[in-house]
């Protein structure tokens, strides 16, 4: 986690890529739309963009399973884009202990490249990308990149939602050349949800910091429905072509794990799986999260004690074991987890 005020991130030095065991699922599931067209190539360098990378370890999953589809070009450049508020350099250990950049992989060689900018904006040059990728990212929108005095309502985030989306396939298209490729994962709203979850961490922000945070708290992460993907996607027809698109359910490894649990015992859930489940969902929230956590603590809450301001690891601390109480309340008979919408997009 760094101090960049005007954006806030995922948990850094290695959390986030320990704790996204949900966010890897959606990038299985994107394995579906492979094989990718043929991009349009004028030179011998083919160059692929993952927008909004964190630390890298699911992209670079999917990234593996990419690169080989191409034996041709001597070259893949890969640009790794994040806010300039990501870890970076945890970035960089995840993809040198990949086989991306060892130095006896077979197949085209790799060149990587960091950008730290917002997607929003254009953030390679006009004609430049034949591949993109934007894997679970488009569902954390610019109104919650900084943090508020009060929640917006639904109305606001969901015309900031339709922006934001509008925003990012604008650059896009300028970025692209014709014919290239756009993989997307997008978190949705459907019945498989993390909402039981989230209300427990509404609770235990109450709880540890209290009211005037819980007050100012709001979820960074907008579940869209289908509908306001599809009337995005429409306004883009002359710039954007839908090549595939299939929605998923997907369910946290964790809660699947305990759901398992109890087919397997006697009538009582045990309570070893049970705080492992727990324990599983508190660092997956808190890997996402927790640095928008502690910003809104920070800034209308009361965070010392004894005279010392506390660090960020303690008030994590303080945060996780509140929300570890009220995650043992929620019904785990009921999968938790996310629906994703996936999609091919080609630039016209
Ligand atoms: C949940 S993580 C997903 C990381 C990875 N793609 C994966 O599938 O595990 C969302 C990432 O999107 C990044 N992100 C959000 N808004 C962004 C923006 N406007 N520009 C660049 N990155 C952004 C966040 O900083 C975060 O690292």
């Not at 394995?31 to 349009?40: C, E, G, Y």
């Not at 934007?134 to 939602?161: D, G, H, K």
Request: hydrophobic content about 40%; proline content about 5%; charged content about 15%.
């Amino acid at each position: 986690m760094t101090n960049d005020t005007k954006f806030t991130t995922m948990l850094g030095a290695g959390a986030y890529n320990a704790n996204s065991s949900l966010q890897l699922k959606a990038v299985e599931a994107c394995f579906k739309l492979l094989p990718i067209t043929k991009p349009h190539l004028n030179s011998e360098i083919i160059t692929i963009v993952d927008y909004g990378c964190a630390e890298g370890f699911n992209s670079i999953i999917f990234l593996e399973k990419l690169v080989e589809m191409f034996s041709l070009p001597s070259s893949l450049s890969i640009i790794f884009n994040d806010t300039p508020a990501n870890d970076f350099n945890s970035l960089a250990s995840t993809l040198y202990a990949s086989s991306l950049v060892t130095t006896d992989r077979v197949g085209p060689r790799i060149m990587p490249s960091f950008v730290p900018m917002s997607y929003l904006e254009q953030v390679q040059p006009t004609n430049s990308v034949d591949i993109g990728l934007c894997l679970t990212s488009l569902n954390w929108l610019s109104c919650f990149q900084s943090i508020r005095s009060s929640p917006l309502s639904e109305a606001q985030v969901s015309a900031v939602a339709k922006q934001d989306l509008s925003t990012f396939l604008g650059a896009r298209y300028q970025e692209f050349h014709p014919g290239g490729n756009l993989i997307l994962s997008i978190p949705i709203d459907g019945e498989m949800t993390l909402k039981a979850v989230h209300r427990a961490l509404e609770r235990a922000i109450h709880t540890t910091f209290g009211q005037s945070v819980a007050a100012a708290y709001q979820c960074p992460s907008y579940f869209r429905q289908s509908e306001e993907i599809s009337s995005v996607l429409q306004a883009f027809t002359s710039k954007w072509r839908v090549i595939s698109q299939f929605e998923q359910n997907i369910e946290h490894p964790a809660s699947a794990q305990f759901r398992a649990s109890l087919m397997e015992g006697p009538d009582q859930p045990s309570q070893a799986a049970l705080q492992a489940c727990v324990k599983a969902i508190c660092s997956f929230i808190l890997a996402v999260f927790g640095p928008t956590i502690i910003n809104t603590a920070r800034a209308f809450g009361e965070t010392s004690a004894d005279g010392k301001t506390q660090t960020n690891q303690e008030l994590l601390e303080m945060i996780a074991d509140a929300y570890q109480e009220e995650l043992l309340q929620v019904d785990w008979r009921r999968p938790v987890g996310c629906r994703f919408s996936l999609l091919k997009l080609q630039r016209v």
